[in-house]
Each structure stands twice: as C-alpha cells, then as structure tokens.
Nanobody, 125 residues
Framework: QVQLVESGGGLVQAGGSLRLACAAS????????MGWFRQAPGKEREFVSG????????LYADSVKGRFTISRDNAKNTVYLQMNSLKPEDTAVYSC??????????????????WGQGTQVTVSS
C-alpha cells in the first residue's frame, strides 16, 4: 500500500506559478511510475503529466506542454509539478498517482494503482 499526500495548491493570478509536491509513504517509491491528473468541476479527470521511475522519460498533455514540468526526487519519495504561466482553465483539483506499470507512462486513470486526496489549484483571471 502506498499513501500519497499532495501539497502546494492555492489561489494564483493568471500568469503566475505554483509548485505542487506529492510525498509517498513507501521507500519503494522509486519502483513506481508517477502521474499527475486534474479534475475540474463537471469534467472528467484528465492526465496532466507523468514520469518514469528514474526520470528518464516524461510525458505531458498538450494543454500544459511548455508550461508545466514534472520531476521527482527518489531520495525524498516525492514527485513535483512545477506549473508556470498558469491560465484560468488550469483551475482544478490536482491529484498524484502511482502505478506499477513501468514500461510506459499511462495516461488513463484506471491504469494507476494508488491516488492522493488531491489539492485545489485556482487561477483567477
């Protein structure tokens, strides 16, 4: 069982930045592919970004490419999402997730095994 706890959400003006963090409870954190998802009110959960176990591969949704950067520190059992040039349409609850699928970075929520509780990001215009 892996417990994930997100932090770093908040209210920011359009054009601003936030850095989300997701801390994992397990020392086996380095064995998981990690992903960030978001869900806006009335919308389905959508993939934002993912990172392989050793940070060798990353993947981004087209909507955030060039603005968001995912990274991880396996020594700290933590994955990060640096969000720059935020837009009002980035407003959502952001959740991190872990999967034992290591040969690719899944973009489907059902491919992930463990989830955090989420953190709210609100971008004002």
């Amino acid at each position: 069982q892996v417990q994930l706890v997100e932090s770093g959400g908040g209210l920011v003006q359009a054009g601003g930045s936030l850095r989300l963090a997701c801390a994992a409870s397990q020392r086996t954190f380095s064995g998981y592919t990690m992903g960030w998802f978001r869900q806006a009110p009335g919308k389905e959960r959508e993939f934002v970004s993912g990172i392989s176990r050793n940070s060798g591969r990353t993947l981004y949704a087209d909507s955030v490419k060039g603005r968001f950067t995912i990274s991880r520190d396996n020594a700290k059992n933590t994955v990060y999402l640096q969000m720059n040039s935020l837009k009002p349409e980035d407003t959502a609850v952001y959740s991190c997730a872990a999967t034992s699928r290591i040969w690719f970075i899944p973009t489907t929520p059902s491919d992930y095994d463990y989830w955090g509780q989420g953190t709210q990001v609100t971008v004002s215009s």
